[in-house]
């Protein structure tokens, strides 16, 4: 593994030097918070600074070997150490019997590393109660305790919460960087690292996660097809469709997720704005439908589907949620 100056991080190194300042000065916070959207960085930031902070064999002053046992479990994130809190399921909730067990552990002192992490992932989950338990430790930090907390933005924080930390707000990279980041640094092919900077939407680690799992990619090419058949198909079809897609959910609210960005490629091609479109790979059926529809359709059919999205979360009957959605789908012959 690399020990480059970047911590093996692509982009973002503006976050990495002032971390690094931080550890090579004795001035660390005791509590981070790292925010940003799903597959930005945030997780991998906080390893990497646990790292810095427990690394018995630092490369350099601030920079950790990446190589030793300590770093290696931290980076798996199997060390005594480190503990992670998070919401048991994606879009479930962290509760306070968490964070309380969390202060328990806290309270005793590390077992082999100079300091004891804890790292709350999607802190956005956490529930009233658990965020104002986490106050307490905020305050009054037990000595040789670092906390990282990520979420996807302050806002769906409590103020006392951000007050408290650190904040290192992490955005997107642009297209290009992500794209280069993956052929230079991990040698992925150019043609498969330019789509996935565009899928990612400059995102580096959500980018990398669809490198590793070529099954989500055809799963994404698989719902864009249905759509594309959907378009020009009559009702019975339709209602086929949306009887299978109500059987589930989790894969119904991912079929939602490709086609809403789709759709938004569309109202971008059809309000002539510049931006890069996100499925590359579809740039022909987004400039049809751009010139077929008008960007009325395309903000209609954005509503719609995150209309679907939310009526989903209140578990209101799937299939007829499916069939009013298909149904509002254009038809283009
Ligand atoms: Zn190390």
Known sequence: MQTDKNWGLLGHEWAVDLLRGHLSNGRTRHAYLITGPQGIGRRTLALRMTQGLNCPQPAAPGTPCQTCHTCQRIERMQHPDLV??????????????????????LSLAPYEAPYKIALLLRFEQANPNAANALLKTLEEPPPQVILFVTAQDTETLLPTVVSRCEVIRLRPLPIDEVSQGMQTTWGIPDDEANLLAHLSNGRPGYAYWLH????????????????????????????????????????????????LSLWRDVMLKASGAQAPVINLDCENE???LAKTLNLDTARQMISSLELTKTRLGYYTNARLTAEVLLLNLPFIP
């Open 84 to 105: 992670i809190v998070k919401a048991e399921e994606a879009g479930g909730t962290l509760k306070v019997n968490q964070v309380r067990e969390l202060q328990r552990g």
């Open 212 to 259: 590793q799992n070529p099954e989500a990619q055809e799963q994404r090419v698989t719902r864009l097809n249905d759509h594309h058949r959907l378009l020009s198909s009559n009702r019975v079809e339709r209602f086929n469709y949306a009887e299978t897609l109500a059987k589930d959910r989790t894969e119904f609210l991912q079929v939602l997720q490709t086609w």
């Open 286 to 288: 987004i400039d049809r």
